[in-house]
DNA sequence: AACATGCGTTCGCCACAACGAACAACCCCG
DNA sequence: CGGGGTTGTTCGTTGTGGCGAACGCATGTT
């Protein structure tokens, strides 16, 4: 009983190919040249008849000068905002600190982006996130001391700081009305 | 003169293999089993000696339940901190706008984050990006007219949008010391 | 018209990735 | 001491993905 095979990731791909291909301005056979594979491969792997292996595929995202994994995910949506203080609110911990959660991460995607309002007081510590996350934080106005423990930095507004997610670490606001975006990437 | 081979990428799924099926606590065989391949297969692959294909790699992804890019990224570093004004000024320092790139997308992630100082008087307009391509603005202080063309709208401080980079779009500060976070997904 | 240069496709060949069985090493229970 | 259950490894075989030549089809040049 051999499974029906996922063909999805197939399609994904050549659809990708072609549409970074147009974009690039690329000929099928210069795109084959440069990334050193044949042109009948690309051929192929564009008509979705195929399933190349790794280095292939890999060739393929730097000759088109893209991220590997441009290639193998499923397209997106439109537009929407978020106006100051709509959306989900996370802030039900301490009352000096509001989380909102601008983007959430739809099962393929990998990263939450939130704004947070923190007043001065008390600093919020947070548990290790799963492995491999990575935060990025941004600060808008006020100033915040965060970091993994043992290896705070205290930011002002504008500075910019990317850490290991997965270890205990911690925010805390050291002025009132600091402000700061938070993108949580789940590598 | 040929190339010698680009090992990383296989490297790379090697390494992302063993940590994604250990943190799952499964066995080499029961992965093998859950995923649909020999055994034999994964045991090379986690050795790095091969070169899978696609169809290989997707069932493993999915018997492990992580998106498929996981298992091709490279590794993450610790911490880093960019200070307001240092950093990379990506190009037009056209007097009213400076961007700073924070964080850059090596090959193989997907996100770019920039932060954005603005002044009013000149919108600034945006080449379409890749397809597939979504911006993130949230902004920090100042108000900000930005989206995709006959679909911007007005943003004040706090307030979130986000929309497809693939079209073009333009950003333009409405106040003087505007300010915002540009997180650009290459999904 | 004849020829050249670009495109993307199709075909036969061959290396190699995936398979499955057999393997050694280990653990727990009778 | 088996015997039955793991674990991850290493083999020989086979299916197939990638290669390169040849193809058909458009342009452009002489």
Known sequence: MHEVPD???MDWI???LKRERARAGLSLSELAKRAGIAKSTLSQLEAASGNPNVET???LAVALGVPFSVLVEPPVQSVQVIRAGEGPGVGSEQ???VGTLLSASPPGARRD????CAEPGSARAAEPHIPGTVEHLVVGTGRVKAGPAGEEAELGPGDYMTYRGDVAHSYEALMPGTAFVLVMQHV
Do not use: C, E
């Open 113 to 116: 982006i939130y704004r947070i």
């Open 14 to 16: 050549a659809a990708s």
């Open 7 to 9: 063909r999805l990731p």
């Open 95 to 97: 009352a000096s600190f």
């Open 57 to 59: 595929l890999w060739a």
